[in-house]
């Protein structure tokens, strides 16, 4: 159970989105059910549960998403492969430009390269706006794809003296410094 509804406040304006729909990888596997139980009633029925996690999890998106509507997303990215991402971001941006809403929780740099999208940052205790190269999940993903062997030097360096010290200690074994 999620405490997001104990932070929203709804209010009621002039226009009624044509659409909804909240969508979280983790509890993907309700909704599918959900629409298995709806289409025994006259909907077309999309078999999400004969489908991997992600391409259910897309199929829904590309089934459900509607021009006009809102749309609640929590880290899409983990039902999503890299290139699905992209097909997410291409199904976000033809609806958003037709009038819909999306609200999205995400770190993946994919998904937050939708145009005109604003993006906040909940970082340091307060809400505010950061442009797409300033956030983490860019920088960080930028800096791994562009100078991979050193970062895997130092990720992997620093653990293997650690295990090897670690090993060194339960065997007895006399530390001589780095092998």
């Known amino acids: 159970h999620s405490k997001l509804s104990e932070s929203l406040r709804l209010s009621k304006g002039f226009r009624r989105p044509a659409a909804g729909y909240f969508l979280r990888a983790e509890s993907f596997y309700n909704v599918a059910s959900a629409e298995e139980e709806y289409s025994r009633y006259g909907g077309v029925p999309l078999h999400l549960h004969e489908m991997s996690h992600g391409e259910s999890f897309l199929r829904t998106a590309q089934n459900y998403f509607r021009d006009g509507g809102i749309y609640f997303m929590d880290e899409p990215e ?21 009038g819909a809403q999306f609200i999205i929780a995400t770190h993946s740099p994919i998904i937050m390269a939708v145009p ?64």
Not at 86 to 92: D, K, S
Request: proline share 4%; aromatic share 8%; hydrophobic share 30%.
């Open 116 to 179: 005109d999208c604003e993006i906040l940052s909940f970082d340091g205790g307060r809400i505010h706006p950061v442009e797409y190269e300033d956030t983490d999940s860019y920088k960080i993903t930028r800096m791994f794809i562009n100078d991979r062997s050193r970062i895997m030097y130092e990720l992997l360096s620093g653990e293997e003296e650690e295990e090897m010290k670690n090993w060194r200690q339960e065997t007895g074994e006399i530390d001589r410094g780095p092998y």
């Open 78 to 98: 983990a039902a999503l492969s890299p290139q699905r991402q992209m097909t997410m971001l291409l199904e976000i941006s033809r609806c958003a430009r037709h």
